[in-house]
């Protein structure tokens, strides 16, 4: 069976739109849970109803044993109850029809939206008097019977009960159980029931469309042909008309009062989205929701009583009556097969019209009136069933293994042999000749239920009073005498009790007061708020079809609760209902029913694992070891749902909703509800990160003592997956998480989660899609979209390589220089010179700043317009003005001349002239940075400019003396890799390629470099550009370091390379010192006296791999040594986890790097 949303309407709502708290939740939506959401929604109460089945209308009830198969649920104790308990599991807990295994009896009810109302066979008879004046119900009733008439009449205005029609067609099976009325003599007592079936076409009072009855006699498996009466007809849908918002699949588990307020919270296990796959945790870690007044339960008499003592089990006071006094109504399901009367008694879906079933029920002996019965409690009725089209393959077989069905006539024999071969409609068949009955009568009510752990278990001690059975027994045999043999079943269809109101109005003789309020415990003391409404309530045996008992009370209880809190209902008519549309009085401004898209795709996933409460470890990894010491542990239980497969893999998003629960027993004592809105992006760009994508996790959480966290977390993806199955699998599992409070800033703990293999083979099995026509679709586009994402990462290496990006996308406003220059060096050189003015309001500093850049690049390493708050930004901000020459290597045409890092000494001499110049002769700070800083050094021992220029200098990376990084080193030894480039390509290296160029072997460079060592994995990428510079300069950042925007530009900010500038530099780095164009040291003591008596900060990445971090140990030693230490004029620093050009373009330089560089600028103008 497939539910079409097209053609059925969904009065429930998915449980992702569920608000925390209602003023009234109701649990169950049988005729108690109905009468009271219909109720409190007309006394304009906001109302939950959480309902365990599903949502199914007619036209989606099982008609055949396949399918009705796969709807079975099996629970509760195939053992002794004296002996070991036999736990029994088969089927789902939502399935539609549920069979209890009890000891002594068993119950069958049925779970949906509906509740047992959708399975029953409609029969609408009051209690008779002498019953509701049993010694065992509340004096309010006991002592005025008649008190129940009004909402009997009530209850009948809603259901529309009515006998079956005298102008509809003879029923053999009525006309069987009138002729054996007859018989036995009770022919004044047989008529035709009051019962809950359309025999017309035409709107209810609710204002449904119903449908005349076809006489298809499945109502006990459900009806397809729209005639039921069921609530899911009449009070349901009036309260969904009147704003009540219908929850399905919602297994509540137990109610607790809410410490913080008059109201209670409702714990339930949701069993959607898959979220029961995860056995061990589906129990434990429950969803919830508040009602603010009040909680009805009307789960049933089992479920209710249930709910009871585990609510009980969880601290919530009661009688310790509940639990006790269930009843099952004295039912004996007896069937007389292979009669000799045809009976007709086999449902079928398709009717023939003339000769029909019938509806399940429809004649009853009806023998508790005082004249046939002057004991009340000998009362009984007898009604004929119908047995379900679903049934009848099996009914044969079934019947036939019980030895009184065996009957050896030649007559019986030919019967049997024709159903058996015919099938149970073959006429005359010994199917067709069987009659089913049902009698409701008075048992001892002594039937208890019990809490084993988790579990709750049916006992009933003796089915009825032994002599009342088997006189009920005789009375079967002398109905069936004349057409044949009985046989019973032990099965209950009408169960009663387990919290029933008390006799005397305390907790004493009774679970609940005369309105259905649960007592404290055994005194008159009640819990105001929780009521029962539902067959729990029935204090004895009724000895007839209990539901228009259970339905007036439920509806008196709601009445005398609304009259206690001065409520008032609004009885205007609905009017015909459009189910198909919205509710008329819906207040929730987003309003969906449960119809799940077609193309909608989801799935259940928990992880778990340890959060640090605090802000003060930045680290998740140490954070969740910390959090694990403490015993912090967290668990994300949730629901990922894309209304639509297409759009998540589509849309610019990639946006899921989320559903379900955080548990933190550091944040909270319960699971916290992850509120509407909570969503997951699946690979998103990750703006922060050089090259990767991320899964984002935003969640607001609530707790049940109503603190709001936010969970903002994200799973990782980037180089470092490359051909790394298990970085793969670490990557796609860890959940970098971080709760917040509310505000969005304050940090409350970090940690880490994982999946667990177990819990990643679980969630596969939740995988679901809704597609109608193809259901694998969705769920094939989602996986191999998953795949595609994570091989795009695995698969790095290989994967289509970035050519840069030259557009300005994603580029942050940053203010412009406010003026450039040209500038002409003595050897003739031009170079540009930007100028940057302090910025408004900043201290007025007594030196201007020169920041110097290395070679192929320009200003933009220090006013990188990728990151928040960059170099310039910085120092203009402290109040500096900002001096940025590009000198002649840099990203300029005249760096394809090949001048060398010595020539360039005279651009630096140049841009000090134009500072002190435009600064009226001030002395300068100076920042520069790699080659730049190596010229610089250059033109001071060179004596192209006097140390007394200088207020303090900071070099970055090098200075005079240079030690190459590994990688650079080894490449450094020999000139062949210049020489070789320069034979093929010419002297310039391009920084920058495209896809068709500039050539050929520019092209097969691109391919080769995708190999080219980066050292650890995490810093592969398939940028060009930064393979390109790798290659020349060796890994020039961490890539951690760069945003995404910063490592896609990178083609803005470079250039390329001269191969002679190239060879100097390795010249001069093999040999470790600044040499000149002729190879001679510039290091000469002669030429070192020109750098004494100027304040000098040496400044390096920890990680840098162009130039080892030693290259600025070994300046700062060597001034020290030369100069001596005692003025303390020199200073080295380090920052770690940063390399060579991230130092100064890195996204947290801000935070890690330009302030330690403002401190040293501060020294130097120290005087
Ligand atoms: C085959 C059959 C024929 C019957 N014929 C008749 C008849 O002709 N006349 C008559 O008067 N009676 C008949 N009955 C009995 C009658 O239908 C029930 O007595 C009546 O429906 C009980 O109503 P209720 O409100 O107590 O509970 P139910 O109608 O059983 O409703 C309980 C609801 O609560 C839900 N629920 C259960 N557990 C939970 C949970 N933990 N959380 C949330 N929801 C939960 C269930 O899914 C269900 O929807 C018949 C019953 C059966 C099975």
Not at 465 to 493: C, D, F, P, W, Y
Not at 564 to 575: H, I, L, V
Request: hydrophobic share 35%; glycine share 10%.
């Amino acid at each position: 069976m497939k539910l079409d949303e097209k053609k059925f309407p969904r009065l429930s709502r998915p449980v992702s739109m569920m608000e925390p708290e209602y003023d009234v939740v109701v649990v169950g939506s049988g005729y108690g849970g109905g009468v009271a959401a219909s109720r409190m929604a007309r006394a304009g109460k906001s109302v939950a109803v959480l309902e365990l089945g599903k949502e199914r209308w007619p036209g989606e009830f099982p008609s055949d044993l396949k399918t009705a198969a796969t709807e079975v649920h099996i629970s509760g104790n195939a053992g002794k109850f004296s002996g070991p308990l036999e736990d029994v599991q088969f089927g789902k807990s939502t399935g539609l029809y549920h069979l209890i295994l009890g000891e002594g009896q068993n119950a069958f009810v049925g779970n949906g939206l509906g509740g047992t109302s959708l399975l029953n066979a409609n029969i609408f008879l009051h209690a008779d008097k002498r019953t509701l004046q049993l010694s065992e119900w509340p004096a309010e009733i006991r002592q005025d019977p008649a008190c129940l008439d009004p909402y009997y009449a009530r209850a009948a205005e809603m259901l529309q009960p009515t006998p079956y029609p005298q102008d509809y067609p003879a029923l053999k099976k009525l006309q069987v159980l009138e002729k054996q009325a007859e018989l036995l003599g009770f022919k004044h007592n047989f008529y035709r029931p009051p019962q809950t079936t359309f025999f017309h076409e035409g709107l209810n009072n609710a204002g449904v469309q119903m449908h005349a009855s076809t006489g298809s006699g499945q109502d006990c498996t459900g009806i397809n042909d729209g005639s039921k009466h069921s609530t899911l007809m009449n009070y349901l849908p009036d309260a969904w008309n009147r704003g009540a918002e219908i929850f399905c699949e919602c297994e509540v588990r137990y109610v607790r009062k809410d410490p913080n307020s008059s109201g209670y919270i409702v714990f339930f296990a949701w069993h959607g989205d898959g979220r029961d796959a995860f056995k061990d945790d589906f129990y434990s870690t429950l969803m919830w929701v508040r009602a603010k007044e009040l909680c009805f339960l009307g789960a049933g008499a089992l479920a209710t009583t249930e709910i009871l003592l585990r609510s009980k089990a969880h601290g919530l006071q009661m009688s310790r009556l509940v639990g006790q006094k269930v009843s099952g109504n004295g039912d004996i399901l007896a069937f007389g097969y292979n009669t000799d009367d045809i009976v007709n008694g086999i449902g079928s879906e398709h009717p023939s019209p003339s000769n029909p079933c019938g509806p399940t029920i429809t004649g009853v002996i009806d023998n508790r009136g005082p004249e046939t019965s002057p004991n009340v409690l000998d009362g009984y009725v007898i009604e004929e069933g119908a047995v379900p089209q679903a049934i009848a393959p099996l009914f044969q077989t079934m019947l036939e293994a019980l030895p009184a069905a065996r009957k050896y006539s030649p007559r019986h024999i030919i019967s049997a042999l024709q159903s058996r071969f015919g099938g149970a409609y073959a006429k005359s068949g010994s199917i067709q000749r069987t009659q089913t009955y049902l009698i409701m009568s008075h048992d001892s009510n002594e039937g208890l239920i019990t809490m084993q752990g988790d579990k709750s278990y049916l006992q009933f001690l003796g089915v009825g009073r032994t002599e009342h059975v088997s006189k009920l027994n005789q009375v079967l045999t002398n109905a069936t005498g004349a057409v044949g043999g009985t046989m019973q079943e032990e099965i209950t269809v009408h169960p009663l009790g387990g919290a029933i109101l008390s006799s005397d109005g305390t907790g004493r003789n009774g679970g609940t007061n005369h309105m259905g309020q649960v007592f404290v415990g055994d005194g008159e003391e009640v819990h105001e708020g929780i009521i029962c409404v539902d067959g729990s309530v029935v204090p004895t045996a009724l000895g007839v079809n209990p539901f228009a008992t259970i339905t007036a009370l439920a509806e008196r209880s709601v009445d005398q609760i609304a009259k206690q809190r001065g409520m008032t209902f609004d009885e205007s008519k609905n009017g015909r209902l459009d189910l198909f549309g919205r509710p008329k009085f819906s207040s929730s401004l987003t309003y969906a029913s449960s119809v799940v898209p077609e193309g909608a795709f989801y799935f259940t996933e928990i992880m778990g694992g340890h959060i640090h409460i605090g802000d003060d470890i930045s680290d998740y990894v140490l954070a969740a070891s910390a959090g694990k010491g403490a015993a912090s542990a967290m668990e994300v239980y949730v629901g990922v749902t894309a209304a639509s497969t297409d759009d998540l893999i589509k849309g610019p998003d990639h946006l899921c909703s989320v559903t379900g629960t955080v548990s933190c027993g550091a944040l909270s004592p319960d699971p916290m509800l992850v509120l509407r809105g909570g969503r997951v992006q699946f690979f998103t760009i990750d703006e922060d990160v050089s090259d990767g994508a991320r899964l984002i996790y935003d969640l607001t959480l609530l707790s049940t003592s109503g603190e709001t966290y936010l969970l903002k977390a994200y799973k990782q993806l980037d180089s470092s997956l490359a051909f790394s199955p298990v970085a793969v699998w670490r990557a796609t599992t860890a959940l970098y998480t971080t709760i917040l409070r509310a505000d969005g800033k304050t940090v409350v703990g970090r940690g880490r989660l994982r999946l667990s293999w177990r819990n990643f083979a679980e969630e596969l099995l939740t995988l679901r899609a809704s597609d109608k026509v193809l259901s694998v679709r969705p769920l094939f586009q989602f996986t191999s979209f998953f795949a595609r994402a994570v091989a795009s990462f695995f698969l790095a290496p290989l994967s289509r390589l970035e050519y840069p990006d030259l557009s300005h996308s994603g580029y942050l406003t940053k203010t412009p220089p406010a003026r450039t220059s040209i500038l002409t060096a003595r050897d003739g050189v031009q170079i540009q010179i930007k100028v940057w003015d302090p910025l408004k309001g900043a201290k007025q500093r007594k030196y201007p700043l020169l920041m110097i850049p290395g070679a192929s690049v320009d200003d933009s390493i220090f006013s990188l317009p990728t990151i928040p708050e960059n170099a310039v930004e910085y120092f203009t901000g402290q109040g500096y003005t900002v001096y940025i020459p590009t000198l002649r290597y840099g990203r300029t045409r005249t760096a394809m001349k090949g001048d060398t890092a010595f020539d360039a000494r005279l651009d630096v001499e140049a841009a000090f002239k134009y500072v002190r110049e435009e600064e009226s002769g001030k002395k300068v700070l100076v920042i520069c940075h790699c080659v730049g800083s190596m010229s610089t050094s250059m033109a001071l021992l060179d004596g192209n400019i006097p140390v007394d220029w200088i207020q303090g200098l900071l070099a970055s990376q090098i200075f005079f003396k240079q030690r190459f990084g590994k990688f650079n080193g080894i490449k450094a030894n020999t000139s062949i890799l210049p020489n070789v480039y320069k034979f093929f390509a010419g002297p310039w290296y391009p920084i920058i390629s495209t896809p068709t160029g500039p050539s050929l072997f520019q092209f097969l460079i691109d391919q080769v470099l995708r190999f080219y060592p980066v050292g650890s994995r995490a810093e592969h990428c398939t940028s060009t550009v930064c393979h390109r510079c790798s290659l020349i300069f060796g890994r020039l950042w961490n890539h951690d370091n760069l945003t995404h925007a910063t490592h896609a530009h990178l083609g803005n900010f470079f250039g390329g390379i001269h191969m002679g500038m190239l060879t100097h530099l390795m010249r001069t780095g093999h040999v470790g010192q600044d040499l000149d164009d002729a190879e001679r040291d510039l290091l000469t003591d002669e030429n070192v006296k020109r750098l004494g008596g100027v304040k000098m900060t040496f400044v390096s990445g920890g990680d840098n791999v162009v130039f080892s971090p030693v290259s600025t140990s070994l300046c700062y030693d060597f001034m020290r040594e030369r100069f001596g230490d005692a003025n303390g004029l020199y200073r080295r620093v380090v920052a770690e986890g940063y390399g060579h050009l991230d130092f100064w373009m890195g996204k947290k330089s801000r935070v890690d790097v330009y302030p330690v560089c403002l401190e040293n600028l501060e020294w130097f103008e120290e005087e």
